[in-house]
T-cell receptor, first 114, second 116 residues
Framework: EAGVAQSPRYKIIEKRQSVAFWCNPISGHATLYWYQQILGQGPKLLIQFQNNGVVDDSQLPKDRFSAERLKGVDSTLKIQPAKLEDSAVYLC????????????FGPGTRLTVL | GENVEQHPSTLSVQEGDSAVIKCTYSDSASNYFPWYKQELGKGPQLIIDIRSNVGEKKDQRIAVTLNKTAKHFSLHITETQPEDSAVYFCAAPEGAFGGGGNKLTFGTGTQLKVEL
């Protein structure tokens, strides 16, 4: 079974530029999560989708971050404009429908903002 | 919201020894406790999880114990090997896990180093 796919794996941008990350979840997984992992910390949830609807985006900085999940499969996370403090690894995870619901992570995208 | 504390932040053991990592959580409604292993440059990998209706779960050299009264859970790795070297994260949900409301709060991680 293929895992969660993410691209790009690495991205370097200047502050105030924009960037987008892509995620393809495991086939059949209805729930998709975007996490931010700052160096030396645990992942922090940014947004959770159930199919193509948002379940929780309470920790998403909506003035600069946006995410969408069209057709309930792939998802993109965008940052515009980027700040230095956005340097982190952005992880995508997905989970199957209840009752399993374990979360499986992709390899992440390492973003460096200069 | 949920608050998860994890200790120690670093742990060094000799190959073949046991390693124990401990976490505490704050939300008494939490009922699901996963552990993830993260190797350098990779995403977190689920290694074991436990639901609150059991006190202990074991999978080969890995075990997790849960004390709901004290609100803490622990990861035990026996007969450690060099490939066990990684960062380990515990997590707990905000409220009851399941039904689509599965927001996990992660601990700050433990860097485990297994020395030859």
């Amino acid at each position: 079974e293929a895992g969660v796919a993410q691209s790009p794996r690495y991205k370097i941008i200047e502050k105030r530029q924009s960037v987008a990350f892509w995620c393809n979840p495991i086939s059949g997984h209805a729930t998709l999560y975007w996490y931010q992992q700052i160096l030396g910390q645990g992942p922090k949830l940014l947004i959770q989708f159930q199919n193509n609807g948002v379940v929780d985006d309470s920790q998403l900085p909506k003035d600069r971050f946006s995410a969408e999940r069209l057709k309930g499969v792939d998802s993109t996370l965008k940052i515009q404009p980027a700040k230095l403090e956005d340097s982190a690894v952005y992880l995508c995870a997905s989970s199957p429908p209840p009752p399993a619901e374990r979360q499986f992570f992709g390899p992440g995208t390492r973003l460096t903002v200069l | 919201g949920e608050n998860v504390e994890q200790h120690p932040s670093t742990l060094s053991v000799q190959e073949g020894d046991s390693a124990v990592i401990k976490c505490t959580y704050s939300d008494s409604a939490s009922n699901y406790f996963p552990w993830y292993k993260q190797e350098l440059g990779k995403g977190p990998q689920l290694i074991i999880d436990i639901r609150s209706n059991v006190g202990e779960k074991k999978d080969q050299r890995i075990a997790v114990t849960l004390n709901k009264t004290a609100k803490h859970f622990s990861l035990h790795i026996t007969e450690t090997q060099p490939e066990d070297s990684a960062v380990y994260f515990c997590a707990a949900p905000e409220g009851a896990f399941g039904g689509g409301g599965n927001k996990l709060t992660f601990g700050t991680g433990t860097q485990l180093k297994v020395e030859l």
